[in-house]
């Protein structure tokens, strides 16, 4: 669930010279230097993948909260968590606009995830998905494989190679996720996902490849072959489970000087039955250079962060992620890097 927007230089609605914090947030001791996403975020050490090109560098700001799903049983109950992003914008100096988001169709993708049986991919922090779009009840397009390594660390996250070895086209992702703390409101964690996504077709794979081999898996992903046990290992769908993403965009978010973000809300339920999993509400700023991130903005946002979890008190779900609750629901956890 995520919702992309380049950082443009350009016009811009006016916003106030100095963002508040917001009135419910805890305020920084004496002494306290200002902070922002982009004074936390380390610089990464330079280094060369072994194909001789360097480290892919970050370039995606994600901002994602997790919420109880049985707020959410319409379209309109997702419009209403708009109510919770304007209290919040208001109260930190952050435009926030919803004209023509009514509008805007919901989105509905497929979801699986695959692992070994006993979690060896999620356990060392790689997460391997499909997932396919719907429209009008019926799945379109080519599916998608989305491969990932998700770890606290960045520099260990940016020298994990994810390219795949297959013949078609692929697109990387570098992000750095902000994430609330999973012991209290008030705070921000970072996640350092990335991640790889290509048309299930670009593999070309021959009629009658195992598509549950490990061993097959391994040759588009060798970042994977330290996994390996022995050979003729399987993968399996996680939890035996399908999962029905339903996904809204609600409005835009203005931070200043250039920087806005589409905001969305979300619900991860299971195919067939519809069980309710989780929900969450998610931006993302997208940015060549770091340097575009200036500090007014990203204090701007970070305070907006801060304040919306006071605001969705009642909804907010502090403990999860999504993927950690697909892995959760047959009772066997794993162990987690997020």
Not at 129 to 137: H, K, M, T
Not at 284 to 305: G, H, N, P, V
Request: aromatic share 10%; proline share 7%.
């Amino acid at each position: 669930m995520k919702s992309t927007t380049t950082v443009r230089r350009g016009t811009a609605r006016v916003q106030p010279k100095t963002a508040p914090l917001p009135k419910t947030a805890p305020k920084p001791e004496i002494g306290d230097k200002p902070k922002s996403w982009a004074g936390r975020v380390p610089q990464l050490k330079q280094g060369l993948y072994e194909d001789g090109l360097p480290l892919h560098e970050i370039q995606y700001l994600a901002c994602k909260m997790m919420l109880k799903p049985n707020h959410f049983d319409s379209r309109e109950s997702l419009f209403a968590f708009g109510k919770v992003v304007e209290k919040a914008a208001k109260e930190t100096g952050v435009g926030f606009s919803t004209k023509g988001y009514s509008k805007v169709p919901l989105k509905i993708r497929e979801v699986l995830f695959v692992d070994t049986p006993d979690f060896r991919l999620y356990n060392n922090a790689f997460i391997m998905r499909r997932r396919i779009p719907y429209e009008d009840g019926f799945p379109v397009g080519d599916p998608e494989i989305v491969f990932k390594f998700r770890h606290p660390d960045m520099q260990t996250t940016a020298e994990m190679d994810v390219r795949p070895h297959i013949a078609g086209k692929h697109r990387v992702k570098f992000k750095c996720q902000a994430l609330p703390l999973k012991e209290k409101l008030g705070g921000i964690r970072l996640l350092y996902s990335h991640n790889v996504q290509f048309p299930r077709s670009a593999m070309g794979l021959a009629a009658g490849t195992d598509v549950f081999s490990f061993d097959n898996w391994i040759k588009v992903f060798p970042a994977l072959a330290k996994l390996r046990k022995s050979p003729g290992e399987k993968i399996e769908l996680v939890a035996n489970t399908i999962i029905e993403e339903v996904l809204q965009d609600i409005g835009k978010l203005d931070f200043g000087h250039g920087i806005k973000s589409k905001c969305d809300v979300g619900i991860w339920r299971t195919r067939g039955e519809h069980r309710p999993l989780i929900g969450e509400f998610a931006f993302q700023i997208k940015f060549k250079d770091r340097k575009e991130l200036t500090l007014e903005a990203m204090q701007r946002a970070e305070a907006f962060f801060i304040a919306v979890q006071y605001a969705a008190k009642d909804y907010i779900a502090l403990k999860a992620t999504k993927t950690g609750i697909v892995y959760n629901l047959l009772g066997n956890p794993p162990n987690s890097h997020e």
